[in-house]
């Protein structure tokens, strides 16, 4: 046997986990390992394979990033292409793809991505690559698994910011907005803001009311305390509102931000409180990952070659119910799991008096 790995979309902790735990359990079974650089960028190029073997896998698993390299501008049907006037296009050159898979004999993939990447892979294995994905995505949004390698990192990072930023707050008597990642879902603002003891916290599953929120810490300042601490997911909307957009690059889905910067001047104006606002961003990618990240990684990797073994392809590995089970990649595409409002963590957030914006 002869695999390809690839990594793609935005960075996660725990990727060179599951790219060692993968290459490692191929190698044991006597098979050739070989990467893709770049999301699927080296495709095009005249060297699009870089062997995989134990000694550049070794001591990865606690390093943050991927030695691979990513994209977000790698999907394969959708190459962005400049015109001769200037103007962008987006191409189909998946045929391209999978005849270099075919040239250089890759028998099989193993696809480390979030959503987006899930989808490709999953068009892939109907035009004949078998694929094995992994789920990646510190957003934590991929459907039918019930956690993703780097989400645990993720709100660790944006909870230790969040505490960070208390004290300042408290210090200041200031209301603090900090922004964080999770694009349309709003798992990282939940689960960070809950653990940081926030009085606010905003997710794309429920559309914000200013008043609300202002209420909530004029509320807070008849009580004598001075500081408030409002958590945004960058994917949250006013009701009646849009997303906020920053912009939108060519074969790129568009840019969340903004809301945090916004929350910051309205709720200034409607309280009467200085106001400071913080966008966590990138930082939520980096960094060593977790215990939990390397060890549901390392599980994922070698999950995934042994799917392969089974010839069992065109599957996404899950997490479920702390067991590693397959389900269809056809399954997985073009859904999204988004935070469910019935349940015992919104629950939590309720009972304990914090503001959802509602």
């Known amino acids: 046997m002869k695999i390809a790995i690839n990594t793609g979309g935005g960075d996660a902790p725990g990727l060179n986990a599951a790219i060692r735990s993968a290459t490692l359990s191929a190698i044991r079974r006597g098979w050739e390992v070989v990467g893709i650089r770049n999301g699927y960028g080296s495709l095009y190029s005249d060297e699009p394979f870089i062997p995989l073997t134990r000694a550049r896998v070794r001591g990865i698993t606690l390093q943050g990033g991927t030695i691979l390299g990513t994209a977000n501008r790698g999907n394969p049907f959708e190459m962005p292409y400049k015109k001769e006037d200037g103007s962008w296009e987006l191409v189909d050159q998946s045929d391209e793809a999978v005849s270099q898979f075919k040239k250089h004999g890759i028998d099989a993939l193993v696809a480390i991505g979030g959503d987006g990447s899930m989808r490709i892979a999953n068009r892939l ?45 408290e210090s200041h008597r200031r209301i603090m907005v900090i922004e964080v990642m999770g694009r349309y879902a709003g798992w990282i ?84 409180k200085e106001s400071r606002s913080l966008v966590l961003g990138h930082l939520q ?18 999950a995934a070659i042994r799917a392969i073994e089974n010839r069992d392809y065109n599957k996404m590995i899950v997490m479920q119910q702390n067991e590693i089970r397959r389900i269809p990649l056809s399954e997985v595409a073009d859904k999204m799991k988004l935070v469910p409002l019935d349940g015992d963590t919104v629950q939590t957030a309720r009972e304990i008096g914090i503001c959802l914006g509602d």
């Not at 960070?192 to 209420?215: K, R, T, Y």
């Open 285 to 302: 990618r980096g960094g060593t990952p977790s215990t939990y990240d390397r060890l549901i990684s390392l599980r994922f990797g070698a």
């Open 125 to 169: 294995s109907q035009k004949g690559v078998p694929v094995v994905g992994v789920p990646k995505t510190i957003d934590n949004d991929i459907w039918g698994c019930e956690i993703t390698l780097g989400f645990d990192t993720a709100v660790t990072t944006a909870t230790e910011a969040i505490d960070k930023i208390t004290t300042t707050a």
């Open 189 to 272: 603002a939940l689960h960070s803001g809950l653990s940081a003891s926030a009085d606010v916290i905003l997710m794309p599953e429920i559309d914000f009311s200013l008043e609300s929120v202002a209420q909530k810490i004029l509320e807070k300042e008849e009580k004598g305390e001075s500081y408030s601490i409002v958590v945004v997911a960058e994917g949250a909307k006013e009701k009646g509102g849009e997303h906020f957009v920053k912009g939108k690059v060519p074969g790129q889905s568009e840019q969340l931000g903004g809301v945090g910067a916004y929350l910051e001047r309205r709720l200034s104006e409607m309280t009467g």
